[in-house]
């Protein structure tokens, strides 16, 4: 128990959050809750990050995380496991649990994290839904803009509620590419010569660090197509979803000896995939 002197501890605090939102949305369907985790979990990291947030390097300088990820990934989980009990549950910081149902939660709490702890406002909170067929929906919150965009097989891709743009066919040359390319990949002969192969052929090309953000953002027409190497679920999944609800195409193409996940619409997408086979 906490006295009245001490304050909460952060897990406590995140407990107690967890247990008011599950009150408002225990028999949420699918769509309305994964909309509302993303939301609460993008405004949970924003306030943590103004209070202050500890940053951990992971990988390397550019691969960190904080505890306003952790948090927001124990808020999202610590509701899926109450409300969701028979699903599987992935996130990015190790919340993990198998499926019973067949089904299992992705979850992003902070994607952009480099952003994030920077100061950066293109940073995210993600979440897909996937089954034995496929991923059935994804929901991104953007915590700096208050966008949400949601989409799935049975939901056409939605901003704030408003179904955006069907995506149109159209060719590398008459839209941007948004992309992400680690300075170690620069150096590497095959990887920087498979994603030049592609680049060069667009208007323009934006890299600005936060994948579901980034394919959010091709799902509603801001960028033209999407282009990045060795992606995890939880930064490809959520994205995909969007894209195709979209009416877009999402895909994996193997060149220079990485994994590339292509996305934007079928025209552009079907030239990506050619030149990346040289």
């Known amino acids: 128990m906490v006295g009245m002197d001490q304050k909460p501890s952060l897990q406590e ?43 951990e390097q992971k990988t390397s ?29 992935l996130g990015e910081e190790g919340a993990a649990r198998e499926s019973q149902s067949g089904r299992t939660w992705v979850i992003d709490p902070v994607d952009g994290t480099y952003n994030f ?25 953007r915590p700096a803009m208050g966008y949400t965009w949601f989409g799935g097989r049975d939901y056409p891709t939605s901003l704030d509620g408003k179904e955006v743009a069907p995506l149109e066919n159209k060719p590398a040359e008459q839209i941007s590419l948004s992309t992400y390319l680690h300075p170690t990949s620069l150096v590497d002969t095959d990887i920087r010569g498979a994603w030049q192969r592609v680049a060069e052929n667009f208007a323009t090309v ?25 992606v995890a679920d939880w930064d490809w999944f959520p994205g995909k979803a969007l894209v195709e609800a ?8 193997e060149a220079g000896g990485v994994e590339w996940c292509l996305a934007g619409n079928k025209q552009v997408v079907d030239q990506m995939e050619e030149w990346l086979r040289g």
């Not at 949305?25 to 985790?37: F, K, P, S, W």
């Not at 300088?61 to 306003?68: E, K, L, R, Y």
């Not at 293109?122 to 919150?141: F, K």
């Not at 979209?246 to 193409?253: E, I």
């Open 61 to 89: 300088i550019s691969d960190v995380v904080t505890d306003a990820d952790r948090a927001a990934e124990r808020f999202v989980a610590g509701v899926l496991e109450a409300v969701r009990p028979e699903d599987g549950i």
């Open 246 to 253: 979209a009416g877009g195409t999402a895909r994996k193409v």
């Open 206 to 230: 934006r890299m600005l660090g936060a994948g579901s953000v980034d394919l959010s953002s091709v799902a509603d027409g801001t960028w033209g197509a999407w282009m990045q190497h060795s």
């Open 117 to 141: 702890s920077s100061g950066s406002d293109y940073w995210c909170s993600a979440l897909a839904l996937a089954d034995a067929t496929g991923i059935t929906l994804g929901a991104v919150h």
């Open 13 to 55: 605090m995140i407990d107690a959050v967890i247990k008011t939102f599950i009150v408002a949305h225990a028999d949420d369907g699918d769509a309305h809750l994964a909309q509302a985790l993303v939301y609460n979990a993008g405004r949970l990291a924003w306030r943590l990050r103004e209070m202050g947030v500890d940053v």
